[in-house]
């Protein structure tokens, strides 16, 4: 299914399920196009970068290829890479009275294929529901509510101009979340973020504690 994005962690750039996902983006979008990446290798990464179509995936080299830097799309060794994460974005409007000029204007446009659905990893000991659909309205609350409290978070500090977003990892589930808006910055960020609007959301291999 083009919409169960965790199930294309670990497939190659070339594999048809993921040539497949990319396709139904651009088709959602209406922007056809919009399915050859901005291509960033480095020796330990390669980013495939979506900007119209709200997606960045990150390969890891595998069987000890190592990309060189700055390399095109077609000199990649595609059968040695594997997809080791996905970030997706969400772009929402600004909230009536915010200032649009201290909003960071992201180079991504939302994810097209919102909501998604995530699987949730079960958790001994832990009621959770199996599945979670996100959509661009979807709360730092919304998301605890869900998961329960993360296994990692961090951000919100410094003043509000110049902070990065309040963010939250649930290891288990290979899920990182960062909030964006007024509410996820500053001294104050982790009271108000309840109410904060995901901005990122990164996709990655569920982890054992």
């Not at 080299?61 to 890479?81: C, D, M, S």
Request: include cysteine; proline fraction near 7%; aromatic fraction near 10%.
């Amino acid at each position: 299914m083009a919409s169960d994005i965790q199930k294309l962690i670990g497939l190659h750039p070339s594999s048809s399920d993921l040539v497949a996902h990319v396709s139904a983006l651009a088709e959602k979008a209406s922007i056809p196009e919009a399915t050859t990446p901005e291509v960033k290798s480095y020796s330990d990464a390669v980013y495939f970068n979506y900007y119209a179509l709200g997606v960045s995936l990150l390969f890891k080299p595998i069987n000890g290829y190592v990309p060189k830097t700055g390399l095109k799309l077609e000199e990649l060794q595609a059968k040695a890479l594997v997809l080791d994460g996905v970030d997706i974005y969400n772009a929402p409007p600004p909230k009536a009275g915010i200032n649009a000029s201290r909003t960071t204007k992201s180079l991504y446009t939302s994810y097209p294929l919102l909501p998604t659905t995530l699987n949730l990893a079960t958790v001994e000991g832990k009621n959770r529901p199996e599945s979670f659909a996100v959509t661009p309205q979807t709360t730092g609350k919304d998301f605890v509510s869900a998961f329960g409290e993360p296994n990692r978070k961090g951000g919100g500090v410094g003043p509000s101009s110049g902070s990065i977003g309040i963010w939250c990892e649930w290891t288990k589930d290979g899920v990182m979340v960062e909030f964006g808006g007024e509410e996820s910055r500053g001294p104050q960020a982790w009271e108000r973020g309840k109410d904060a609007v995901w901005k990122i959301m990164s996709i990655f291999a569920q982890k054992a504690d």
